[in-house]
C-alpha cells in the first residue's frame, strides 16, 4: 500500500506562482512511476507531469516552460512548481502513483488550484 497526501493548493492570481506538495508513505520502494494530474469538471483527468523512478522526468506541452516537477527521496515527497499560472490552469490537481509492473496505481484526495484573471 501508498499512501499519497497533496497539500499547497489555494487561490492565486493570474502570473503569480504556486508550489504543491505530496507527502509519500507506506511501500515507497515499490513505486515506479510518480506524477502530477488535473482534472476540470466535465474533462478527463490529465497528466501534467511524471517522473520515473530512474530519474527521467516528463511534462505535458502545456505546461513544460511553467512547471517544474521535483522529488525529495530523503523526505518521501514531491513537489510542483508552478509559475506564471493562467486561469486555464484552475484545477483539481492529483498526486498519483504507479508500482512496478502496473499492478497497483495509487491517488491522493486532490488539492484545488484556483486561477483568477
Known amino acids: 500500500q501508498v499512501q499519497l497526501v497533496e497539500s499547497g493548493g489555494g487561490l492565486v492570481q493570474a502570473g503569480e506562482a504556486l508550489t504543491l506538495s505530496c507527502a509519500i508513505s507506506?511501500?515507497?520502494?515499490?513505486?515506479?512511476?510518480m506524477g502530477w494530474y488535473r482534472e476540470v469538471p466535465g474533462k478527463e483527468r490529465e497528466m501534467v507531469a511524471i517522473?520515473?523512478?530512474?530519474?527521467?522526468?516528463y511534462y505535458s506541452d502545456y505546461v513544460k516552460d511553467r512547471f517544474t516537477l521535483l522529488r525529495n527521496n530523503a523526505k518521501n515527497t514531491m513537489h510542483l512548481q508552478m509559475h506564471t499560472l493562467k486561469p486555464e490552469d484552475t484545477a483539481v490537481y492529483y498526486c498519483?502513483?504507479?508500482?512496478?509492473?502496473?499492478?497497483?496505481?495509487?491517488w491522493g484526495q486532490g488539492t484545488q488550484v484556483t486561477v483568477s484573471s
Open positions: 507506506g511501500n515507497i520502494a515499490s513505486i515506479n512511476v
Open positions: 498519483k502513483a504507479d508500482t512496478f509492473g502496473g499492478v497497483h496505481t495509487y
Open positions: 517522473i520515473r523512478a530512474g530519474g527521467s522526468m
